[in-house]
């Protein structure tokens, strides 16, 4: 079982930055792949960015140059790192995990708001 706590939420103004973290334990990371996913009031939740246990990432099209996901093994930890902020990124945004070979997220964390003020 992987427990996943995001963290580096807050607000901030349109153009700002935010990083935001997602720790996990129980399991190493290495054997899974990461991802963001996040939800706007009102909206579906939506994919964000995945880092893939092998390696490769893959955006969003809404955050592709924006946004950059990134993971560190040792420290079982992924990141999402969020540049030129815009109040359509407003959401709650949530860390998952996927086993390899496993055709769905298994495991959550809890969110982290991301507010954008224009």
């Known amino acids: 079982q992987v427990q996943l706590v995001e963290s580096g939420g807050g607000s901030v103004q349109a153009g700002g930055s935010l990083r935001l973290s997602c720790a996990a334990s129980?399991?190493?990371?290495?054997?899974?792949?990461m991802a963001w996913f996040r939800q706007a009031p009102g909206k579906e939740r939506e994919f964000v960015a995945i880092t893939w246990s092998g390696d490769g990432t893959n955006y969003a099209d809404s955050v592709k140059g924006r946004f950059t996901i990134s993971r560190d093994n040792a420290k079982n930890t992924v990141y999402l790192q969020m540049n030129n902020l815009k109040p359509e990124d407003t959401a709650v945004y949530y860390c998952a995990a996927r086993a390899i070979g496993s055709g769905r997220y298994d495991h959550w964390g809890q969110g982290t708001q991301v507010t954008v003020s224009s």
């Open positions: 129980g399991r190493t990371i290495s054997n899974y792949d």
